[in-house]
């Protein structure tokens, strides 16, 4: 099972969005709705910001937002503020023998 | 609040086997509704997905097929932690591990991470 496709950086301005594309294929993102992202700072664990492709947990602020279009998941990032600096990360079940596909990564920068 | 608390050394000699726990509090390795997941990150292979335990009236395991044959893990219902083995490791083996509850397919709660390292 290939990685998931990522940009390797994204970045903007405070207070501008930003958003992130995540590609796959129709064995994972495209064939299920469980699609989530991570934020990961320096030396720490990801942390889940959106999961089942639109979802936000609890405490994750409403300006992460996410979407689907067939095999390709996007994470956007509005009003971007100095503490959305990190790595992001996006996953999607696989089903099979590979339960679990991680994205390649983005570094977003706030400028 | 659930919480996962990682353990085991962080050096590792080549030939032999990482070995590595996570005790869980707030949740129970038996729960008929979480899977129990080891994740490991590093620079060439970014995340990757190692495997899984969980119970759904008897115990299952999963392993990704780039370390099938060298992996187990193994729930510990009286300490409620779960572990993970992985044996005649290499250095391309040196990486952060973390172990992770996923409920269907998301990962909400990750261990602190452990690097372990690999020696050539």
């Known amino acids: 099972q290939s990685a998931l496709t990522q940009p390797p950086s994204a970045s903007g301005s405070p207070g501008q969005s930003v958003t992130i594309s995540c590609t796959g294929t129709?064995?994972?993102?495209?064939?299920?709705?469980?699609v989530s992202w991570y934020q990961q700072h320096p030396g720490k664990a990801p942390k889940l910001m959106i999961y089942?492709?639109?979802k936000r947990p609890s405490g994750v602020p409403d300006r992460f937002s996410g979407s689907k279009s067939g095999n390709t998941a996007s994470l956007t990032v509005s009003g971007l503020q100095a503490e959305d600096e990190a790595d992001y990360y996006c996953?999607?079940?696989?089903?099979?023998?590979?339960?679990?596909?991680f994205g390649t990564g983005t570094k977003v920068t706030v400028l | 609040q659930v919480q996962l608390q990682q353990s085991g050394p962080g050096l590792v000699k080549p030939s032999q086997t990482l070995s590595l726990t996570c005790a869980i509090s707030g949740d129970s390795v038996s729960s008929n509704s979480a899977t129990w997941n080891w994740i490991r990150q590093s620079p060439s292979r970014g995340l990757e997905w190692l495997g899984r335990t969980y119970y759904r009236s008897k115990w299952y395991n999963d392993y990704a097929v780039s370390v099938k044959g060298r992996i187990s893990i193994n729930p510990d219902t009286s300490k409620n932690q779960f572990s993970l083995h992985l044996n005649s490791v290499t250095p391309e083996d040196t990486a952060v591990y973390y172990c992770?509850?996923?409920?269907?397919?998301?990962?909400?709660?990750w261990g602190q991470g452990t690097l372990v390292t690999v020696p050539s």
């Open positions: 129709s064995g994972d993102i495209g064939g299920y709705d469980y």
């Open positions: 992770m509850r996923l409920l269907v397919a998301t990962g909400d709660y």
């Open positions: 089942e492709v639109t």
């Open positions: 996953s999607s079940y696989a089903g099979g023998n590979n339960i679990l596909v």
